[in-house]
């Protein structure tokens, strides 16, 4: 079973040049990254093929109907939306989102390393999303009774990452805080990393 990120970044949408900067992400100390690709399922296959960071634990998030046979052909792991895995996705399940304690019973159940938790505060990367975020009292309340380690997202930055850690959370997943205007942002990158261990 793998081991849980301190710091997990989760890829843009679409491709950019993010793509060949990986190894930034390495080198700010990211521990993992969620490949989230939208219906771009060359791009995938794409990136999965090429150059790819050591120590950068990849997953990928299941969007296409094809994306867990190219996460098996590239010896990755799946990183589940808030659902029950596919058939041909149980063996590949590494871990899965929740938005709630329901949630991460659910990933448990599956066998799931970890779970991210979200929205702990407003993501700036979804600004149309409605759910409430949880707040950090929310994100206690549901990683003291959690059945496997928790990782906050949702609105993450350097400033609030630390909090994220003391209310429970084993680590911190983001995407603003790792990527910005279709690039890797390492100095960010490295303060979320930093934050986390102070």
Do not use: Y
Not at 22 to 48: K, M, N, S, T, W
């Amino acid at each position: 079973m793998s081991r849980p990120p301190r710091v997990l970044a989760v890829s843009p949408p679409r491709v950019g040049p993010w793509v060949r900067e990986l190894d930034l992400l390495a080198r700010a100390g990211v521990d993992a990254l969620i490949l989230r690709l939208v219906d771009q399922p060359e791009a995938l296959a794409a990136v999965l093929g090429g150059p790819l960071p050591p120590g950068l634990q990849i997953l990928v998030r299941p969007v296409a109907a094809g994306d867990p046979q190219r996460a098996r052909e590239h010896g990755r792991g799946l990183h589940l939306p808030d659902r029950p895995p596919a058939p041909g996705e149980e063996d590949l399940v590494v871990s899965a989102a929740a938005h709630g304690p329901e949630g991460l019973a659910r990933a448990a159940a599956l066998g799931c390393a970890w779970a991210l938790l979200s929205p702990v505060f407003a993501p700036g990367s979804k600004p149309g999303d409605a759910r409430p975020p949880l707040g950090l009292a929310g994100l206690a309340a549901a990683c003291a009774g959690a059945p496997l380690p928790v990782l906050a997202l949702g609105g993450i930055s350097p400033e609030n990452a630390a909090a994220c850690r003391r209310a429970g959370a084993w680590g911190v997943a983001a995407l603003g805080a790792c990527f910005r205007d279709g690039h890797v942002d390492a100095a960010r990158a490295a303060a979320l990393v930093t934050a986390l261990a102070a």
